[in-house]
């Protein structure tokens, strides 16, 4: 079991993986808002290679820029005591009731989802990731469709079996040598379902399910038997999430983690 949230199993071995700055989810917001609500931003400097200097790039419109919706108009409002004057947000509130206000907001179901939904953000629900790593290295050719389908047919066997997970995403891959067909899962828990999946995650019920589900070849059943064939990582917060769901891209894959080659099969509904 892997109990380190800043280690990946990937191809059998334990890589480390840097662990991103946690950001508050009212901070997250408030820098979304703030980028929203720019209807003008400042272009990129150009390099000038006669001048050898930048040249300033007058102000452009904001590509991100949205009118605000009143639950977002609610938020920013949040920073401000309300006066009888003719500017009723006047005055700044201490950082304290800026949160207690935008707090409150947040335990409004109805105004949380408009403004996640406003800002593209992804509600958070605790997730887990899996790792499959059959022991089949150096004997299997990563490009060969038939060994991907067999992967990639264990994995949908085991979600469609079930409604433990609302979501999930997975990649198979060929590994830094090229020789090593694999896949990372990320699965968001159903929420209505959260504790009973956890108990079959760390029971290792998800393990035998996978062995179950997996097509035998002959001369192929235990290679999903191994101590590092299938390994887990329960995720508990957002930063966690997104750094595991970007892992599953090849572009994003720090160094020590990259592929010989990108098989390119990313699937799934996250």
Same mark, same amino acid.
């Given at each position: 079991?892997?109990?380190?949230?800043?280690?990946?199993?990937?191809?059998?071995?334990?890589?480390?993986? *840097?662990?991103?700055?946690?950001?508050?989810?009212?901070?997250?917001?408030?820098?979304?808002?703030?980028?929203?609500?720019?209807?003008?931003?400042?272009?990129?400097?150009?390099?000038?290679?006669?001048?050898?200097?930048?040249?300033?790039?007058?102000?452009?419109?904001?590509?991100?820029?949205?009118? #605000?919706?009143?639950?977002?108009?609610?938020?920013?409002?949040?920073?401000?005591?309300?006066?009888?004057?003719?500017?009723?947000?006047?005055?700044?509130?201490?950082?304290?009731?800026?949160?207690?206000?935008?707090?409150?907001?947040?335990?409004? #179901?109805?105004?949380?989802?408009?403004?996640?939904?406003?800002?593209?953000?992804?509600?958070?629900?605790?997730?887990?990731?899996?790792?499959?790593?059959?022991?089949?290295?150096?004997?299997?050719?990563?490009?060969?469709?038939?060994?991907?389908?067999?992967?990639?047919?264990?994995?949908?066997?085991?979600?469609?079996?079930?409604?433990?997970?609302?979501?999930?995403?997975?990649?198979?891959?060929?590994?830094?040598?090229?020789?090593?067909?694999?896949?990372?899962?990320?699965?968001?828990?159903?929420?209505?379902?959260?504790?009973?999946?956890?108990?079959?995650?760390?029971? $290792?019920?998800?393990?035998?399910?996978?062995?179950? *589900?997996?097509?035998?070849?002959? $001369?192929?059943?235990?290679?999903?038997?191994?101590?590092? *064939?299938?390994?887990?990582?329960?995720?508990?917060?957002?930063?966690?999430?997104?750094?595991?769901?970007?892992?599953?891209?090849?572009?994003?894959? #720090?160094?020590?983690?990259?592929? *010989?080659?990108?098989?390119?099969?990313?699937?799934?509904?996250?």
């Amino acid at each position: 079991m892997v109990v380190n949230t800043n280690i990946i199993l990937d191809e059998g071995k334990y890589k480390y993986v *840097a662990e991103s700055k946690m950001i508050t989810e009212i901070k997250k917001i408030d820098n979304l808002v703030r980028i929203s609500q720019k209807e003008f931003i400042k272009g990129v400097p150009l390099w000038d290679s006669d001048e050898e200097d930048y040249i300033e790039v007058e102000e452009m419109l904001n590509p991100d820029y949205k009118r #605000p919706t009143p639950s977002i108009q609610k938020w920013i409002n949040a920073d401000y005591y309300k006066t009888d004057t003719d500017r009723p947000w006047e005055y700044l509130c201490s950082t304290e009731q800026t949160r207690s206000n935008k707090l409150k907001i947040l335990e409004d #179901p109805n105004l949380k989802k408009s403004i996640y939904g406003f800002l593209g953000i992804i509600p958070f629900n605790p997730c887990v990731m899996i790792n499959i790593s059959p022991n089949w290295k150096g004997k299997v050719n990563p490009r060969d469709e038939g060994y991907q389908k067999l992967l990639a047919g264990t994995i949908q066997t085991y979600f469609n079996a079930c409604n433990r997970y609302s979501k999930y995403r997975y990649c198979i891959e060929c590994g830094g040598d090229g020789d090593f067909l694999h896949a990372h899962i990320v699965a968001e828990i159903n929420p209505d379902l959260h504790k009973s999946v956890k108990t079959h995650i760390n029971k $290792g019920n998800h393990k035998y399910e996978l062995i179950k *589900a997996w097509k035998k070849l002959k $001369g192929d059943e235990g290679l999903l038997k191994g101590k590092f *064939a299938i390994q887990r990582i329960l995720i508990n917060n957002e930063n966690m999430r997104d750094d595991k769901l970007a892992y599953l891209e090849e572009k994003n894959k #720090p160094d020590g983690h990259k592929n *010989a080659y990108d098989l390119d099969i990313v699937l799934g509904d996250f």
